[in-house]
């Protein structure tokens, strides 16, 4: 099977999962075309199966803000005549969907077509796709598209609540490879701490929706009570409210580290005891579940898809977004305590075993088989006649 992922290269939520996604395909044999406006952070090159399109812009004076989506479609029409491929799979509705819908348009001009899966991930429902410009244009992307998906039950719940959906949405949670976890390639502890010394970590793009501020609170009551460290990693525009934090906070500037963006992560997390996520919005929770591959239990916010993935009482603690106050009792409970640490270290893992890639990556191959046969039998199946016009006499 020739499949065309569509995604950002970023390393958001939807690209992380997008690039894992294709690897694991591409391992398996399938062909895998990314068409992306640059090379998808994580994605692996060196695959013989793996083939990378960036989609080029033409610059132009007379336009303010350069025509993206109409050189994505473009792309994408190209890439699919080319290659021959079998079926697209968007993840995004905008303008992922909605430019695959236009190629597909194009396609059928030369009595072409090929089957659309779109995967929603989150503010392409909750955010973005809400807002008055992209309503209609989210709403009709995944009305066009053959097949839909989502990351959570959640996520799925919202998409039904806000648009007027006449298509059935599948839920194919994101996973982990929990194979790049555990290896004795870590960090040195003492890198980050002493041996006394609590590791508390945030990872995020630094996003309003993150609330980063909510973070260095909790850190601040935390390290109140007991020794301890924060390491933050990512960069995004609320690097000023840290900044700030600090200016305020001088007594902790040596107990808050900023890493910045990093490619050793998964070693990181590996070395951490309490990962916090007090999101004011997550479609699904990736960031926690990274971390509980790393062993490590989180302390969350109960927003979205995140109580579907972060277990309250058994892999971290969730509360509700904004409570502050209750977050910190929980990481101050669960670090003081080094019994229930260790045993919520050991459900925290076992909870992403079961989000493995392993147990996933079938999902999603059943349901591209499905999408072409149902897509296959649509395409025989007889036109309805048009109806015979009414005798004039």
Known sequence: ????????????????????????????????????????????????????????????????????????????????????????????????????????????????????VTTLHGTDITLVGQHPSYKHAVEFSINQSDKVTSVSQSLKSDTLKFFNIKKDIEVITNFIDNREFGSEDCCERSQFATPEEKIL?????????????????????????LKARLLIIGEGPDMEIINQFLEENPHLIGKVRLLGKVNDLYRILELSDVFLLPSEQESFGLAALEAMAASTPVVSSNAGGIPEVNIQGETGYLAETG???????????????????????????????????????????????????????????????????????
Not at 74 to 82: D, E, H
Not at 368 to 379: A, Q, R
Request: glycine share 4%.
């Open 201 to 225: 970590i945030h990872v995020s793009n630094l996003r309003p929706v993150k609330r980063v501020g909510d973070v260095l609170q909790i850190f601040k009551a935390v390290e109140s009570k």
């Open 1 to 116: 099977m020739k499949i065309g992922i569509l995604c950002y290269p970023t390393y958001g939520g939807s690209g992380i999962v997008a690039t894992e996604l294709g690897m694991a395909l591409a391992k398996k044999g399938y062909e895998v075309h990314f068409i992306s406006s640059n090379l998808p952070a994580r994605l692996d090159i060196t695959n013989p199966n793996i083939f990378f399109h960036k989609v080029n812009v033409q610059t132009y004076p007379l336009f303010q803000y350069q025509p993206y989506d109409i050189a994505l479609s473009s792309m994408i029409y190209r890439v699919v005549n080319l290659y021959k491929l079998d079926l697209l799979h968007a993840h995004y509705a905008i303008p992922y969907a909605y430019a695959a819908f236009t190629a597909k348009q194009m396609l059928k001009e030369e009595g072409k077509d090929i089957p659309l």
């Open 323 to 393: 409570n502050v106050e209750a977050m910190s009792n929980y990481t101050i409970k669960l670090l003081s305590d080094e019994k229930l640490l260790s045993q919520m270290k050991k459900n925290a893992k076992a909870q992403a075993l079961r989000f493995d890639l392993h147990n996933i990556l079938p999902l999603y191959e059943a349901m591209y088989k499905k999408t072409l046969e149902d897509f296959t039998d649509k395409k025989l199946q007889p036109q309805s006649p048009l109806p015979e016009k009414a005798s004039e006499h």
